[in-house]
């Protein structure tokens, strides 16, 4: 299984990004994926992750309302929206496919991207 994630880059506090994820490797549809930050000195944590079919959408507190998870099935591809980002945000950003098709644990991920990295200038 390999992923590839894109979409980071920099932006000023209140912009916004788009990344993508791109999967190869495993039935997509069948596994939920999931994103996840970790910010400089500070453990990963999960940001938001989508069941298998897409009907299931979860996500942290700290990007609710701000944040949107979505897939595209048929280009093994999810995404994240991110809208009125705060310096708070910036962090490498995984993608991962896990292991079920709804995952919000950071252990049921067992496939993991490189990481995108996103500033957010305040």
């Known amino acids: 299984v390999q992923l590839q994630a894109s979409g980071g880059g920099l932006v000023q506090a209140g912009g916004s990004l788009r990344l993508s994820c791109v999967v190869s490797?495993?039935?997509?549809?069948?596994?939920?994926m999931g994103w996840f930050r970790q910010a400089l000195g500070k453990e990963r944590e999960f940001v938001s992750s989508i069941s298998g079919l897409g009907g299931s959408t979860f996500y942290a507190d700290s990007v609710k309302g701000r944040f949107t998870i979505s897939r595209d099935n048929a280009k093994r591809t999810v995404y994240l929206q991110m809208n009125s980002l705060k310096s708070e945000d910036t962090a490498v950003y995984y993608c991962a496919v896990a292991l079920l098709r709804v995952a919000t644990s950071l252990n049921d991920f067992d496939h993991w991207g490189q990481g995108t990295l996103v500033t957010v200038s305040s």
């Open positions: 490797g495993r039935t997509f549809s069948n596994y939920g």
